[in-house]
């Protein structure tokens, strides 16, 4: 079991591990077969050279800051100094390095971040498979039989946080690029609030509803680097699950669950009304509007198209069909079609607000169906679409929202068997990024205590 943040932070401290031998381990694990088509720049060399400077002479670690020196890998999405950024893509391969670290990247420099390698990801960020046919798909490392999909677009971030190769993953989250990921790979992903992070310097596929966030081994790592990205405190209450209140939508997001997933989530929800959580059941049938409200194609499509339009006019042949597919789609919607739709989505966020008042958090499986075999989808576009717009389903309800989630593992009540990861998702809608942090900390609390007795 690998070490979170912060176990490995007090590890050093007490001088039962040195910072040298962690970025060591992190290396190791860079280079191991796990890890392979995981970084498009690989941090292995950089990682053997901190090792031989590490060098920790405050035991509280104070001057490392709150990342400790520890490895973070950044989606190759943002902007590094002095390294080019392609977004996953071949057609950006001309581009000039850019000059200076996005903000994201700054703040975690100067938390004690150490910047270790860009990571692979959905080609644009625009699919939650996790597929890339110019720099290979990273292997979904919970399962060592069957290669399967890691989640996207964040799958180099995923997996360098699952293998030990990063403490933490920087990615985006669009209609769920942290989530997924987290919850195919057994991780916990906190997609914050839009507006607390700066989304400078990241290449955009939707102005409107991109998200700078990360994927951790732990709540109490996500509520670390949320506090270092935002460049705020997270007040946490500490609110007992006694004292909590959730909702659970037995909506759209609920159909045509695999059984893994259907049972993991029914064991969580038994698991928390033990522990004295209110569990309410809703209809939140204003989901279902969604469908209507996106029909001439979405924010992504019009907003990634305005993006792209020259360069794909230019390229496309150099794009990912199925990613240039999608981002077409934004070439048919008029502006009119654009302004109607912010304005849907505005009537539909206040109609949500007014049905989630009163609720600590809802309560939703993350992706309907554990992480399936990469071969069912390399060759099958029918498959890959249908199984991408299924793991799309319930985070981008979120991005829509405007809204702040967690994906944390759950289980199934068998814990004899070996199980595919299977993530439950705390959401809600702006700025109560606090109360879901702090609810998502006592609900893993609760389901990690089931899990082990």
Request: aromatic residues 4%.
């Amino acid at each position: 079991m690998l070490q979170d943040l912060h176990a490995q932070r007090q590890a050093i401290s007490s001088g039962q591990l040195s910072l040298a031998d962690a970025l060591n381990q992190a290396r190791l694990a860079s280079l191991s077969t796990a890890c392979a088509a995981v970084y498009i720049s690989h941090p292995a060399e950089l990682l053997a050279e901190a090792a031989k400077v590490a060098d920790v002479t405050d035991p509280n670690m104070a001057s490392l800051g709150p990342l400790g020196g520890l490895p973070v890998s950044v989606k190759d999405l943002f902007d590094v100094a002095g390294e080019r950024t392609q977004a996953g893509s071949t057609v950006l391969a001309d581009a000039n390095p850019t000059q200076s670290d996005c903000p994201a990247v700054a703040r975690l420099r100067r938390a004690g971040g150490l910047i270790a390698g860009r990571t692979n990801m959905s080609e644009f960020a625009y699919s939650g498979v996790g597929i890339n046919p110019h720099y290979g798909t990273p292997v979904n490392p919970a399962d060592n039989v069957v290669a399967r999909i890691p989640g996207g677009s964040s799958s180099g971030a995923a997996v360098s946080v699952a293998t030990g190769a990063a403490a933490v993953g920087l990615g985006s989250d669009t209609g769920g690029s942290i989530r997924i990921p987290a919850a195919l790979c057994g991780l916990v992903g906190f997609k914050s609030t839009a507006r607390l992070v700066p989304t400078a310097g990241a290449l955009p596929l939707s102005t409107t509803l991109d998200t700078v966030c990360a994927i951790t081994r732990s709540v109490r790592d996500a509520v670390t680097v949320h506090e270092v990205l935002a460049d705020r405190r997270v007040a946490l209450a500490g609110k007992p699950l006694s004292a909590s209140r959730f909702a659970v939508p037995r909506c759209l997001m609920q159909d045509g669950l695999d059984a893994t997933v259907a049972s993991a989530f029914e064991h969580s929800l038994r698991v928390l009304r033990a522990a004295g959580a209110e569990i309410v059941d809703i209809d939140l049938t204003e989901i279902d509007d969604l469908t209507n409200i996106n029909a001439t194609g979405g924010l992504s499509a019009a907003e990634s198209y305005a993006w792209h339009r020259q360069l794909i006019a230019r390229k496309q042949s150099d794009y990912d069909p199925r990613v240039a597919l999608r981002i077409l789609k934004g070439a048919s919607m008029s502006a009119a079609d654009y302004i109607d739709l912010l304005a849907a989505r505005r009537e539909w966020i206040a109609r949500m607000n007014v049905r989630m008042n009163g609720f600590d958090a809802m309560l939703s499986p993350t992706v309907p169906m554990v992480a399936p075999a990469i071969a069912d989808l390399i060759d099958d576009d029918a498959a890959f679409f249908r199984v991408n717009g299924l793991l799309l389903r319930n985070p981008a309800v979120v991005n829509m929202l405007d809204g702040c989630a967690i994906s944390l593992p759950c289980y199934t009540p068998d814990q004899a068997q070996i199980q595919l990861p299977v993530g439950l998702m705390l959401w809600h809608s702006a700025l109560h990024d606090d109360v879901i942090l702090d609810a998502a900390l006592q609900v893993e609390a609760a389901l990690n205590l089931a899990h082990t007795h």
